[in-house]
């Protein structure tokens, strides 16, 4: 009523949302693995977006804007993207592009080493509406490494394939011992791309976890609710920053096994659905 | 559970069932305008934000079952923008009372339809007096406890008449064209099609022309006048007020209605010296200004939809007046 051309969308393919799924592909991981091994170490480059993790994140292209292995950056418009000189020492990964049937942008592996961490964040230009998605093919990860969208584990495993909308709050935490590894493919969303999804969502029950640290925190609240006196103390630290070590602290302190970024991304989820409350509707 | 110290913020409607989302206020009165605006100032602090506390309507039941809270004294409606603030800052200038003005989580609970459209009459009967009971801890010693409703609300006049029966409760209105000026001037968002389901105020979707909102605005206030209408004839418990009265009336014609006495006259005179919106300012009638500023399409848009209703108010309010020792109960 208040938009009438919104009715004209309604068979968009832009109008579809889902927050993730797991999509019927499967890839041999060991042989994916032998290829990514075969790269050069001097072939990385230290990711561009420094203020959004701790500790190291490298990249490679596949694909790339300037054709180039170094050129890891994902924007632009589709016709300018090509495959890199790597693409084609690695048949394997290249087999991967070519199973998914949609304009493709920047193709990247990019490696979480271990004990680093991307701070939670959301990238608002990468959603299905603006007709833009981002899969992702786990080439080595571990058990020990903590993939988190909104506030849910997601266990993506080696040889799998996933869509994930990034537009929402995700952190990554490396807690293993080895560099963890993702194949991931920009693109653009076509007819294909669209029936994969609905496809996916339909037949695959993707199944998500507690992060770690969650079940902790809950248990800490309860507690929090309970004490008068603590409820004073982290009142009077007003302010995020103050607020947040205090919390962390007395978590430590009792023992209840969460950290800063549980209690970061929790806090901000609360705050979201404080604001985004509809008082009218 | 303890839930001593605090108050629902807000309702969420979840899949598994409504929740309801306190947070600690501690000993802090409701002395905001807007009830909204405590919560507003709750949530700069970090701590609200990761400490709000979640519960079941069961479970706000239970507790309010336990501790009652202050009475409910009274249940002030009104047609908007027409001195219902300031008549509540001055009821709120008796530390024994407490004035929750239009809570958000009363509204949830007054239109849960919306989202259980199945809900018995005698649940949602149960969890408007538990809201009330959680809304009305004391929280400094108070002793009372008064509602101001929104707007659209007395069109739920007979489910709140079920939920607190006996409770005294006034209608206040303003010459329309006074309201409506004011309306023109910084439209409320539920005068906005759209912004509030227009169910609430019992709108229909084909009741507007999208390029004519102060024809929409309009016809929502005058279905508001006549749902007041329908109120007082249905209810003698209550009583019609219009904004010349005040700030008098709370002195006069409504103390003994709001159970007030005598000696709370000065307070309350005191409190009506400041702006109710705007504290540091000073309260002054605006009629005038507001007049002037109506234009003959604002006054052609009254004439059509309003003001044979505010006629009618004025009549009942009159024979009230008359009849004024039959009031006196």
């Not at chain 1, 653009?188 to 902790?216: D, Y």
């Not at chain 2, 102060?214 to 016809?219: H, K, M, N, T």
Request: aromatic share 8%; net charge negative.
């Amino acid at each position: 009523m208040l938009n009438p051309s919104k009715g004209a969308q309604e068979n968009d393919l832009a109008a579809i949302t889902i927050p993730w799924t797991r999509l019927p592909l499967r890839f041999d991981a060991g042989l994916l693995r032998a290829e990514v091994q075969a790269i050069a170490e001097a072939a990385w480059v230290p990711h561009f977006n420094q203020a959004d993790y701790e500790g190291r994140w490298s990249s490679v292209a596949l694909r790339s804007k300037s054709g180039r292995v170094d050129d890891i950056t994902a924007q632009g418009s589709i016709e300018e993207f090509r495959d890199t000189p790597l693409a084609a020492q690695c048949p394997h990964l290249q087999a991967v592009m070519a199973a998914f049937a949609f304009p493709q942008k920047s193709v990247r592996l990019l490696r979480l080493h271990a004990g680093s961490r991307v701070r939670e964040h959301r990238d608002a230009d990468l959603g299905l509406a603006d007709g833009e998605l981002r899969i992702h093919v786990p080439v080595v990860t571990s058990e020990q490494v903590e993939f988190v969208v909104a506030n849910r584990r997601l266990m993506l495993r080696e040889g799998e394939a996933w869509y994930i909308d990034f537009s929402q709050p995700h952190r990554i935490d490396n807690r293993g011992a080895s560099d963890r590894i993702h194949l991931i493919l920009d693109g653009t969303l076509n007819e294909w791309a669209a029936a994969l999804l609905q496809r996916s969502v339909e037949e695959i029950v993707t199944e998500t976890f507690e992060p770690a640290g969650a079940a902790g925190f809950r248990v800490f609240r309860e507690m929090v609710f309970e004490d008068l006196q603590l409820q004073e103390e982290m009142l009077r630290a007003a302010e995020r920053p103050r607020f947040l070590q205090a919390v962390v602290a007395a978590g430590a302190e009792r023992g209840y096994g969460f950290g800063m970024a549980e209690v970061e991304s929790i806090l901000n989820q609360r705050r979201r659905e404080w604001m985004e409350r509809s008082v009218g509707a | 559970m303890n839930l001593s110290g605090w108050i629902p913020a807000r309702v969420a409607w979840r899949s598994e069932g409504p929740e309801v989302e306190w947070t600690l206020l501690g000993r802090q009165r409701l002395l905001d305008p807007f009830y909204e605006q405590t919560m507003q100032q709750q949530m700069v602090n970090p701590f609200h934000q990761l400490f709000r506390r979640d519960t079941s309507m069961e479970e706000m039941v239970a507790w309010t079952e336990a501790h009652p809270g202050a009475p409910l004294r009274g249940i002030i409606f009104h047609m908007s923008r027409c001195g219902s603030t300031l008549l509540c800052r001055q009821l709120g200038a008796l530390e024994r009372n407490i004035v929750a003005s239009e809570p958000a989580p009363m509204d949830a609970m007054l239109r849960a339809q919306l989202h259980l459209p199945e809900l018995p009459r005698e649940v949602q009967v149960s969890w408007l007096r538990a809201m009330a009971g959680a809304l009305g801890q004391p929280r400094s010693g108070e002793e009372a406890f008064y509602l101001k409703t929104d707007c659209w609300h007395i069109h739920q006049f007979d489910l709140l008449r079920e939920a607190f029966p006996g409770v005294p409760w006034i209608f206040l209105y303003r010459d329309p064209v006074e309201v409506m000026v004011s309306q023109a001037r910084i439209p409320a968002a539920w005068t906005v099609p759209g912004m509030l389901h227009p169910s609430a105020l019992q709108m229909e979707r084909s009741d507007w022309d999208p390029t004519q909102t102060d024809v929409y605005r309009a016809r929502a206030i005058a279905n508001i006048c006549a749902g007041a209408l329908r109120a007082v004839q249905s209810d003698p418990r209550g009583l019609l007020v219009n904004y010349t009265e005040l700030p008098e009336a709370m002195c006069g014609r409504l103390r003994e209605h709001f159970s007030l006495c005598e000696q709370d006259v000065p307070a309350m005179r005191q409190a009506a010296q400041r702006d109710a919106k705007e504290p540091s300012m000073t309260f002054t009638r605006d009629a005038q200004a507001k007049q002037a500023e109506a234009t003959p399409r604002l006054r052609a848009v009254v004439a059509e939809h309003l003001q044979s209703l505010y006629e009618r108010l004025e009549a009942e309010r009159q024979a009230q007046m008359e009849a004024g020792a039959a009031v006196s109960v």
